[in-house]
């Protein structure tokens, strides 16, 4: 009887704490998931041990988050991990619950605790990194198209016009803006976390790694808020080489003049529904940047000035404190 | 929300399979076709491919014991500095780190149950509420039967009119035929002896059930797959797909196939969805296949064990209605002697009452030998 007992409650208990070990959780919440998993796993008083099961279709997932416990540096988290799976603490299986067709049995739905998972940012998930570095290249591949058509080569047919030129900078524009948006959110949170962690700098190593962890969880903090942090990956078929600072998340949108356009609104309409009125305002004053000088392409000529020595700045100051935090660590 | 390259892996390994892969476009990622309920159908065999192709050969997959070294407390100072030159090579750090590391993570620094200390025993001035609660519940004994995980693969076989409660419950191996698992299935049908023998008791009947009729078949995602092993064999299924076919009643077509020639690994099939396995004709199982799994180092090594049974349901066994104490292996119907009908005798109290000291019949009745579906606990 206590066998069974121990065997049912370490079951229920693994499969409790896996569940906040994956997304849609915050980063934290998923670590503590983790210590969790780790201890129950340790200390339980089944022989053999119970063990945690990982479905096929959640493996990708934990792969993807203990590369980032290294990128992090958070090496305790990553320690820990090591160690389960080198113990051999996982079951690798096909779902992540026993099915029996069980059409009586109330199915019962895990409430997940909304303050525990990260914010649902669809607009940063619909508009990424991956996708504007896209455009931006499928938008001067095809500006350049018409070039090369055209009879006059400095100028694209009238004809051929059918689009708005500045449509992908627009877009890069507001998608900056509404992330600023959710910095200045979050900001005042931010800001006591850092200063948190610098006060305790003092003390014995376990004191000195918390606080290292609260820098690395700002760090990742407002690294989750930059759309393009990495390089740009090179793309076989085009030639153009993204300057990282294009797509970063440059906060200068105070500075950025705008034009008004149509699409603009339009655009606005859709992605709007999460920023204030105010942003809003703000938003249609969107101005776009000259990217021309950094491709290796023939240029494109644009209507508007450019503001990309501002960026550029905006970008590598952040990347250089950035930089200086991770020295300290371990 | 725009998802990202979640089906990446094609299904490969499939040359050799007989059906080609299923034009659903199935990719073997097991998801959930009704939710909590059943997967959609995939190739069990590709599926634990695409497991293999994510981990990392020997070092998770092995099932080799855990060196000694392994073991927390008994490793020397040398064996620690290999073991944080694999940790700072994994993580990324410094040796320093690796060893602080091991320090502070270690597992002596779970506070674990002192040596002594019995877990069933609550310490009185404790103000968990959560043990609390538990000792008030350490008197209740709750059983509620689980379906375990089979090594590789798990089918539970059950009775479905009965309390929906598991029969039995297998482990059987991906490698193994369809035909291991019908062997391994005990069902009380199988063992009926047929015929009346209230004339003859002492002649053992020669042939159970199960000797004589030997056809049985395993119902899988549209395909019936009939053991044809002995020529006494018949397709059973035969008569369903007749059915099936006579009018136009919304099934697809049905398939048929040698039991024999099919292992796990070959199949197409949903995790937690009713199958049908038939046997004696009429005697009807329905198989659910609750969980598929990469084996691991802790299940049951020995290949020669598989289909290992992990659970039985335990059933009441019919007492002698005389002696109320053993099993009942008689049943008689018609008796004068019987205050009930039909009436359960265990073999001494049947004999004792119904014959005199030479074998002879007294009285009037039926007996037939009764085989008590507990005869398996």
Redesign the interface.
Known sequence: ??N?EK??FTKEALALAWQYFLPPYTFQIRVGALYLL??LY??Q?CQ??Q?I?V???D??EV?KFQQDL?NA?H??A???F??L????A??????P????????KK?QRAEVTEEFKDP?D?VM??I?SD?LEEMLNVHDHYQNMKHIISGDKSNPDKALSLIKDDFFDNIKNIVLEHQQWHKDRKNPSLKSKVKDGEEKREGN??ES?RCERAESLARIKSKAFSVVVQASKSRRHRQVKLDSSDSDSASGQGQIKATRKKRNKETLKSAGRKMSSKNRDNMQNVHKEDKSLRLSMPVITEEEEDNESFSETEFTAPKRKRKSRTKNL? | ??EGT?IGPTCHGMGSRQDPVSSSGSCN????EL?????RAFYVGA?GE??RG??RGE??LSLKE?QAS?LPGSQGVAEWGQEDAA?AR?????L??AA???A??G?DK????EAGED??VIPEDTDLVTLGVRKRLLEQ?E??I??D?VCRQ?T?AYEMHKE?K?YQTMLVLGSQKLTELRDSICCVSDLQIGGEFSNTPDQAPEHISKDLYKSAFFYFEGTFYNDKRYPECRDLSRTIIEWSESHDRGYGKFQTAKMEDFTFNDLYIK????YLYCHQGDCEHVV?I?????V???DCLDRTLYPLLIKKHWLWTRKCFVCKMYTARWVTNNDSFAPEDPCFFCDVCFRMLHYDSEGNKLGEFLAYPYVDPGTFN
């Open positions: 009887m206590r069974l065997n049912m780790y201890g340790n200390t008083l053999p041990k063990k099961r479905a096929l279709k493996w990708d792969l290294i540096q090496f305790d990553a320690y820990i090591r160690k799976r080198l113990d051999k996982f079951h690798f299986t096909a779902m619950k026993l099915l029996s067709y069980r059409m009586k199915i649902n669809r998930k619909l990424t996708v190593s376990q790694e371990v | 929300m725009a979640r990622f097991p998801e959930y939710p909590e309920l059943n997967t599926f695409l497991w994510r981990l070092g998770d855990p392994a940790v994994d993580l990324g750090c410094s320093e780190a602080e590391l091991r502070v993570c597992l779970l506070k674990c149950l877990p069933e004994r059983e509620t689980t379906i995980r798990e539970f929906h598991p995790l937690g969805f009713p659910v609750t969980d598929i799994r990469l691991h180092r802790d």
